[in-house]
């Protein structure tokens, strides 16, 4: 009898043995997409000058570090914008993500650096990924927009229209 005591213990102790990790491996991604369908009727108050007819698309990736418990360490942004349809010789003097859900104004919380000194020309109205990257974002910010993307727009500002030309809140993907 003890004999098969001891060989189901034996047996049990080599299970206890298999190669699987201790604890589960974090799953937490390290990058997240988000787009937006820019278009200037989404702007507070809308847009109601030769912009109207523009529209585009955005894409806001948020490549991330993260510590050993999964929570985010730092963060950096990469924007990307393709616009059609605005006024030939237009061009983008600011492109940013603000606070703020559907209808809502906010302040800007991450920054593209985009300035009408170093504005982007449309010569023809339009402009095909125009890509700004390896932004700086506050790790609490990015948690903030992986949290709630409907809660911040994404938009580009013109000199027509210096407060906002397109706008479009943030769909993650």
Avoid: W
Avoid at 6 to 16: M, S
Avoid at 50 to 78: N, W, Y
Avoid at 121 to 138: C, E, K, L, Y
């Amino acid at each position: 009898m003890k004999r098969y005591v001891l060989i189901g213990i034996a047996v049990v102790a080599a299970g206890c043995g298999s190669s699987s990790p201790s604890s589960p491996s974090n799953t937490q991604p390290t990058t997240v997409v988000f787009t937006a369908a820019l278009n200037p009727a989404n702007e507070v108050p809308p847009v109601t000058n030769a912009d109207t007819s523009g529209s585009g698309t955005g894409t806001f990736k948020l490549d991330l570090t993260r510590d050993s418990a999964g929570a985010i360490t730092a963060a950096k942004a990469t924007f990307v914008f393709s616009l059609t349809n605005f006024p030939a010789n237009s061009s983008i003097i600011l492109a940013h993500i603000h606070t703020g859900g559907p209808g809502v104004t906010g302040s800007p919380i991450v920054n593209t650096g985009l300035t009408a000194a170093n504005a982007v020309p449309m010569p023809n109205g339009s402009v095909t990924n125009q890509t700004f990257a390896n932004i700086d974002v506050a790790a609490v910010d990015a948690q903030k927009i992986i949290d709630n993307p409907n809660g911040f727009y994404y938009n580009v500002h013109t000199a027509a229209n210096p407060g906002g030309a397109a706008r479009a809140q943030l769909v993650k993907q």
